[in-house]
C-alpha cells in the first residue's frame, strides 16, 4: 500500500515526466518512469481505482520505451516493458493461462500505423499484407477455456500469466454459451480470449435502479464490467446483465497435437478436417468459428483489408460512427490475418509485432478543479460550474464543466484544488467522474455554496423534494437574458441571427430589456454596432417579422415555462383555442390533458396567474404573435384524430420532424414513449429498444415508413 504522501508524489512526479523534454540524467529518469509505470499499474489492476487516463499512462510507457530503445543497456528484467502486466486480487484464486495473455502496441495517429506496417512487411518479406480490423471494447478482458466442449473455467487477465478464477461470475453472462460444440471441428480443447462488456442501454437502466435505491452511480460502463468480474455474489452479477465478445483463439488441441494460434507460437495443425482448414488458417477465420459455435464474436463488425491505406480509412470511419454502436469501445485492433505470417514476426515480451491497436481520442483525463462559478438559468436554477485547469479530451480541450448542484458535489466529495478525473463519453458534455483524494496536500478547500443570487443577491430557496437551489426574483437579470435566448431558440421561435450571442450584446449595450422588446427593437442605433451591416439589420429585421406566424404550440414553449417542453406545448395548444384560455383552467382542469401531471399542473396554472407574465403576453399579442389555434379545427377533422404516434429508427424518406408534423398536421398526435396509449409506433432502420418493447404490447401497430405514408395518404 502506498501513503497519501507517496501517492501525491508520484502523481507530481507522473506529470512532470509527461512535461519535461529534457533527459540530463537518463538513469535517474528511466528509474523514475519504472516506479510510476510500477505504482500506475498497481492501482489499474489490484486496487481497480486508477488515478491517471489510459491515455496518460500509455504516453508514460511510450516514453519508457523510448529512453530503453535508445539506451538498451539500461534495461532491465523487471521494467514494466519486460512484462505482461501487474500484481493479481488477493480476493480470488489464480489460475495460470495456457497462452500468456500479452498487451497490445497502441498507436494514436495513421502516421504510427504506417510505421507499424513498413517494419510488418520487413519481417515478413512482403510488399502488402492482408490484415483484419476488428473493435477493441472497452470492457474487461477474459480467457475462457472449454474441455469436451464444456467451460471449465474463466479468468481475468490478471497479470498476463495468471488471471483470478471468475468461472462461477462467467457463467452469469448468457452470452457466453457453457457448452459449445468444438468437437464437430476436431477441437478437444480449446483457449479463446474475450471482453466483458455493459451496454450503454444496460449501464444506464443499472444506474436509474441504483438512484431509486440511493446508491451511488457507477462510473462508466467499462469499470462497471471490470467491478462485476470481482463481486463475490454471482447472483448480483447477473443483475448487471453483462456481455461478452470473443475474439480470438489462443491453443487448441485436435488429434492429441497441440496448436498454437496467438501469443507465444504458430504450429501447424495436420490432419484437419476439410472443414476447418480454411477456418483456423487466419484469424477472421477463427472468429467466423467461434460464431458458427454461438458465442458473440466481431463477425459484423470485422473487415478483411488489403494493405495499410484501407486499414487507415476504416479506422477513421469507425471512430465517426462509434456513437452510433450500442456498446462502447476505444479503439481498432488491427492483426495481420494469416497464422503463418503471424509465426514469422513472432512477438515481444510485451506485445505481439503482428497486432496493433489504434486507440481513439482520448475520453478521460486527469486535471485540477481550480474554481467554482453558480450560473442562474432562465427558471432561477442556481447551477455550479466548475473550472479546471484546461485539459484536451475527446478532440476538445474542456475547461469548464457543470457540477449540477449541491447534493452532486458532496457525492463525488469534491474540493477546490481537488485533482479529478473527467470523461467525454459519446463526444458529448463531459463530467466528473470522481475526485482523487489520494494527492490532497492539505491546501485544498471546502467548496461553499452561495445562500444568495450571485447576480441579483436575492436570497435562494430550495423546495424539499428537489437538489436544486433558485432565485425567484423574476426580474433577476441572469433569469431574463436567459429567457430571452431560449425564446429566439431554434426550437422556440427560431429566429435566425438572433443567438445567444446576439441577445447578450443587445442586453448590455440596453438595447434589449426582455421579450417584448424584440418586437419593438430601434434598428437605426444598430448601425453604429460593429459585424452589423445593413444585410445582417435587414435579415434580423424579416426574421422576427416571420416569427410572428409561428405556431401557438412554439410559442407556448418559448415561453419558457418550468417543465413545459416541446411535447407538453404542443398537448396545451391542442386544448385550446386561444392562449389567454389557460389563465381560465384550473389545476385538476389541466392534470386532465395527456403528459400533464401535478407539478407541470401547477408550474403551469403559476405561470398564467402571475400579473407580470400576463402583462408580456398582452404586449407579445399586440405586436402580433399568434395566439389562437388556427388549425385545431382542421386537426380535429383529420383522418388520423385521436391516434397517436411515435418514430424510431433512421427514415429513408423524411426527417423525423417532418414525419411527424405531418402526422399532426392529420390529427395526429406525438408521444414520447412506448406504453398502451401508443396506437403506431413508425419502424426505420436500426430500431432499438422501442421496437422490442412495442412488440410485447399487443395493442401497438407496429408500420413502416412506406404504411405510414400510405396511411396518411388515405
Same mark, same amino acid.
Given at each position: 500500500?502506498?501513503?497519501?504522501?507517496?501517492?501525491?508524489?508520484?502523481?507530481?512526479?507522473?506529470?512532470?515526466?509527461?512535461?519535461?523534454?529534457?533527459?540530463?540524467?537518463?538513469?535517474?529518469?528511466?528509474?523514475?518512469?519504472?516506479?510510476?509505470?510500477?505504482?500506475?499499474?498497481?492501482?489499474?489492476?489490484?486496487?481497480?481505482?486508477?488515478?491517471?487516463?489510459?491515455?496518460?499512462?500509455?504516453?508514460?510507457?511510450?516514453?519508457?520505451?523510448?529512453?530503453?530503445?535508445?539506451?538498451?543497456?539500461?534495461?532491465?528484467?523487471?521494467?514494466?516493458?519486460?512484462?505482461?502486466?501487474?500484481?493479481?486480487?488477493?480476493?480470488?484464486?489464480?489460475?495460470?493461462?495456457?497462452?500468456?495473455?500479452?498487451?497490445?502496441?497502441?498507436?494514436?495517429?495513421?502516421?504510427?500505423?504506417?510505421?507499424?506496417?513498413?517494419?510488418?512487411?520487413?519481417?515478413?518479406?512482403?510488399?502488402?499484407?492482408?490484415?483484419?480490423?476488428?473493435?477493441?471494447?472497452?470492457?474487461?478482458?477474459?480467457?475462457?477455456?472449454?474441455?469436451?466442449?464444456?467451460?471449465?473455467?474463466?479468468?481475468?487477465?490478471?497479470?498476463?500469466?495468471?488471471?483470478?478464477?471468475?468461472?462461477?461470475?462467467?457463467?452469469?453472462?448468457?452470452?457466453?454459451?457453457?457448452?459449445?460444440?468444438?468437437?464437430?471441428?476436431?477441437?478437444?480443447?480449446?483457449?479463446?480470449?474475450?471482453?466483458?462488456?455493459?451496454?450503454?442501454?444496460?449501464?444506464?437502466?443499472?444506474?436509474?435502479?441504483?438512484?431509486?435505491?440511493?446508491?451511488?452511480?457507477?462510473?462508466?460502463?467499462?469499470?462497471?464490467?471490470?467491478?462485476?468480474?470481482?463481486?463475490?455474489?454471482?447472483?448480483?452479477?447477473?443483475?448487471?446483465?453483462?456481455?461478452?465478445?470473443?475474439?480470438?483463439?489462443?491453443?487448441?488441441?485436435?488429434?492429441?497435437?497441440?496448436?498454437?494460434?496467438?501469443?507465444?507460437?504458430?504450429?501447424?495443425?495436420?490432419?484437419?478436417?476439410?472443414?476447418?482448414?480454411?477456418?483456423?488458417?487466419?484469424?477472421?477465420?477463427?472468429?467466423?468459428?467461434?460464431?458458427?459455435?454461438?458465442?458473440?464474436?466481431?463477425?459484423?463488425?470485422?473487415?478483411?483489408?488489403?494493405?495499410? +491505406?484501407?486499414?487507415?480509412?476504416? &479506422?477513421?470511419?469507425?471512430? *465517426?460512427? #462509434? /456513437?452510433?454502436?450500442?456498446? =462502447? %469501445?476505444?479503439?481498432?485492433?488491427?492483426?495481420?490475418?494469416?497464422?503463418?505470417?503471424?509465426?514469422?514476426?513472432?512477438?515481444?515480451?510485451?506485445?505481439?509485432?503482428?497486432?496493433?491497436?489504434?486507440?481513439?481520442?482520448?475520453?478521460?483525463?486527469?486535471?485540477?478543479?481550480?474554481?467554482?462559478?453558480?450560473?442562474?438559468?432562465?427558471?432561477?436554477?442556481?447551477?455550479?460550474?466548475?473550472?479546471?485547469?484546461?485539459?484536451?479530451?475527446?478532440?476538445?480541450?474542456?475547461?469548464?464543466?457543470?457540477?449540477?448542484?449541491?447534493?452532486?458535489?458532496?457525492?463525488?466529495?469534491?474540493?477546490?484544488?481537488?485533482?479529478?478525473?473527467?470523461?467525454?463519453?459519446? +463526444?458529448?458534455?463531459?463530467?466528473? &467522474?470522481?475526485?482523487?483524494? *489520494?494527492? #490532497? /496536500?492539505?491546501?485544498?478547500? =471546502? %467548496?461553499?455554496?452561495?445562500?444568495?443570487?450571485?447576480?441579483?443577491?436575492?436570497?435562494?430557496?430550495?423546495?424539499?423534494?428537489?437538489?436544486?437551489?433558485?432565485?425567484?426574483?423574476?426580474?433577476?437579470?441572469?433569469?431574463?437574458?436567459?429567457?430571452?435566448?431560449?425564446?429566439?431558440?431554434?426550437?422556440?421561435?427560431?429566429?435566425?441571427?438572433?443567438?445567444?450571442?446576439?441577445?447578450?450584446?443587445?442586453?448590455?449595450?440596453?438595447?434589449?430589456?426582455?421579450?417584448?422588446?424584440?418586437?419593438?427593437?430601434?434598428?437605426?442605433?444598430?448601425?453604429?454596432?460593429?459585424?452589423?451591416?445593413?444585410?445582417?439589420?435587414?435579415?434580423?429585421?424579416?426574421?422576427?417579422?416571420?416569427?410572428?406566424?409561428?405556431?401557438?404550440?412554439?410559442?407556448?414553449?418559448?415561453?419558457?415555462?418550468?417543465?413545459?417542453?416541446?411535447?407538453?406545448?404542443?398537448?396545451?395548444?391542442?386544448?385550446?383555442?386561444?392562449?389567454?384560455?389557460?389563465?381560465?383552467?384550473?389545476?385538476?382542469?389541466?392534470?386532465?390533458?395527456?403528459?400533464?401531471?401535478?407539478?407541470?399542473?401547477?408550474?403551469?396554472?403559476?405561470?398564467?396567474?402571475?400579473?407580470?407574465?400576463?402583462?408580456?403576453?398582452?404586449?407579445?399579442?399586440?405586436?402580433?404573435?399568434?395566439?389562437?389555434?388556427?388549425?385545431?379545427?382542421?386537426?380535429?377533422?383529420?383522418?388520423?384524430?385521436?391516434?397517436?404516434?411515435?418514430?424510431?429508427?433512421?427514415?429513408?424518406?423524411?426527417?423525423?420532424?417532418?414525419?411527424?408534423?405531418?402526422?399532426?398536421?392529420?390529427?395526429?398526435?406525438?408521444?414520447?414513449?412506448?406504453?398502451?396509449?401508443?396506437?403506431?409506433?413508425?419502424?426505420?432502420?436500426?430500431?432499438?429498444?422501442?421496437?422490442?418493447?412495442?412488440?410485447?404490447?399487443?395493442?401497438?401497430?407496429?408500420?413502416?415508413?412506406?404504411?405510414?405514408?400510405?396511411?396518411?395518404?388515405?
Amino acid at each position: 500500500m502506498y501513503t497519501q504522501e507517496q501517492t501525491l508524489q508520484i502523481k507530481k512526479l507522473s506529470e512532470q515526466l509527461l512535461q519535461s523534454t529534457e533527459k540530463k540524467n537518463i538513469s535517474v529518469a528511466i528509474e523514475s518512469l519504472r516506479k510510476v509505470l510500477r505504482f500506475h499499474e498497481y492501482r489499474y489492476y489490484v486496487m481497480n481505482d486508477p488515478l491517471v487516463s489510459d491515455f496518460e499512462y500509455d504516453q508514460l510507457y511510450k516514453l519508457l520505451e523510448k529512453i530503453e530503445e535508445e539506451n538498451p543497456q539500461l534495461i532491465t528484467k523487471d521494467s514494466p516493458t519486460q512484462r505482461v502486466g501487474s500484481s493479481l486480487n488477493a480476493g480470488f484464486e489464480t489460475v495460470q493461462h495456457l497462452v500468456p495473455m500479452l498487451s497490445l502496441e497502441n498507436s494514436y495517429n495513421a502516421d504510427d500505423l504506417i510505421d507499424w506496417d513498413r517494419k510488418a512487411k520487413e519481417l515478413t518479406g512482403l510488399d502488402k499484407i492482408e490484415y483484419c480490423i476488428e473493435p477493441k471494447f472497452d470492457g474487461a478482458s477474459i480467457s475462457l477455456i472449454y474441455e469436451n466442449d464444456i467451460l471449465i473455467c474463466a479468468a481475468t487477465r490478471g497479470d498476463g500469466v495468471e488471471g483470478e478464477d471468475i468461472t462461477n461470475n462467467i457463467k452469469q453472462i448468457r452470452s457466453i454459451p457453457l457448452s459449445a460444440p468444438f468437437a464437430e471441428y476436431g477441437i478437444q480443447q480449446i483457449e479463446i480470449r474475450g471482453e466483458v462488456i455493459m451496454s450503454k442501454k444496460s449501464f444506464t437502466k443499472y444506474n436509474d435502479w441504483l438512484a431509486e435505491q440511493g446508491q451511488s452511480a457507477l462510473a462508466n460502463p467499462r469499470n462497471a464490467a471490470s467491478g462485476s468480474l470481482r463481486m463475490k455474489d454471482p447472483k448480483e452479477v447477473a443483475k448487471r446483465n453483462l456481455e461478452a465478445f470473443l475474439y480470438h483463439v489462443s491453443y487448441y488441441i485436435k488429434d492429441d497435437r497441440i496448436k498454437m494460434t496467438d501469443d507465444s507460437k504458430n504450429v501447424h495443425s495436420v490432419n484437419r478436417q476439410p472443414s476447418t482448414v480454411n477456418l483456423l488458417n487466419t484469424h477472421a477465420g477463427t472468429l467466423q468459428l467461434l460464431w458458427e459455435c454461438g458465442f458473440r464474436s466481431p463477425q459484423k463488425e470485422k473487415l478483411v483489408v488489403h494493405g495499410i +491505406d484501407e486499414v487507415i480509412k476504416h &479506422v477513421h470511419d469507425f471512430e *465517426e460512427m #462509434r /456513437d452510433t454502436l450500442p456498446y =462502447e %469501445i476505444d479503439g481498432m485492433v488491427v492483426k495481420v490475418n494469416d497464422f503463418a505470417l503471424q509465426d514469422k514476426m513472432g512477438m515481444t515480451t510485451h506485445h505481439p509485432r503482428w497486432a496493433i491497436a489504434f486507440k481513439f481520442k482520448a475520453r478521460q483525463a486527469t486535471t485540477k478543479l481550480i474554481n467554482v462559478e453558480f450560473q442562474v438559468g432562465r427558471t432561477g436554477a442556481v447551477t455550479p460550474v466548475a473550472k479546471l485547469n484546461p485539459v484536451y479530451i475527446g478532440g476538445v480541450t474542456v475547461s469548464s464543466i457543470s457540477v449540477h448542484n449541491e447534493e452532486y458535489i458532496k457525492e463525488k466529495d469534491l474540493k477546490l484544488g481537488d485533482h479529478v478525473l473527467i470523461e467525454r463519453a459519446g +463526444d458529448v458534455i463531459p463530467q466528473i &467522474v470522481k475526485s482523487l483524494p *489520494e494527492l #490532497r /496536500d492539505g491546501t485544498e478547500t =471546502e %467548496i461553499e455554496f452561495p445562500t444568495h443570487c450571485p447576480v441579483c443577491n436575492s436570497k435562494l430557496f430550495k423546495e424539499e423534494t428537489e437538489a436544486v437551489w433558485r432565485c425567484i426574483n423574476i426580474e433577476c437579470e441572469a433569469q431574463v437574458v436567459e429567457r430571452i435566448i431560449h425564446f429566439v431558440s431554434k426550437d422556440a421561435m427560431d429566429i435566425k441571427s438572433f443567438g445567444e450571442a446576439n441577445v447578450r450584446k443587445f442586453y448590455e449595450l440596453k438595447l434589449l430589456k426582455d421579450i417584448p422588446g424584440i418586437y419593438h427593437l430601434d434598428f437605426n442605433a444598430f448601425n453604429s454596432i460593429e459585424g452589423f451591416g445593413k444585410k445582417s439589420i435587414d435579415n434580423l429585421q424579416a426574421a422576427i417579422e416571420a416569427s410572428k406566424q409561428q405556431p401557438l404550440h412554439r410559442l407556448i414553449y418559448a415561453l419558457g415555462i418550468r417543465f413545459v417542453g416541446e411535447t407538453t406545448a404542443k398537448t396545451l395548444a391542442n386544448a385550446i383555442e386561444n392562449l389567454f384560455d389557460l389563465q381560465h383552467k384550473s389545476e385538476e382542469e389541466l392534470k386532465q390533458l395527456e403528459d400533464v401531471g401535478v407539478k407541470v399542473a401547477q408550474s403551469i396554472f403559476q405561470f398564467f396567474h402571475n400579473e407580470q407574465n400576463i402583462e408580456m403576453l398582452y404586449e407579445l399579442q399586440k405586436a402580433g404573435l399568434q395566439f389562437k389555434n388556427e388549425k385545431r379545427e382542421a386537426i380535429a377533422a383529420g383522418g388520423l384524430s385521436g391516434q397517436t404516434f411515435l418514430f424510431t429508427g433512421t427514415l429513408a424518406k423524411l426527417k423525423r420532424s417532418e414525419a411527424e408534423a405531418m402526422a399532426e398536421q392529420h390529427g395526429g398526435k406525438i408521444v414520447t414513449g412506448v406504453s398502451a396509449k401508443l396506437n403506431y409506433l413508425v419502424v426505420g432502420e436500426d430500431a432499438g429498444s422501442k421496437l422490442e418493447k412495442a412488440k410485447k404490447i399487443n395493442t401497438i401497430k407496429i408500420i413502416t415508413e412506406d404504411e405510414f405514408l400510405q396511411l396518411v395518404n388515405q
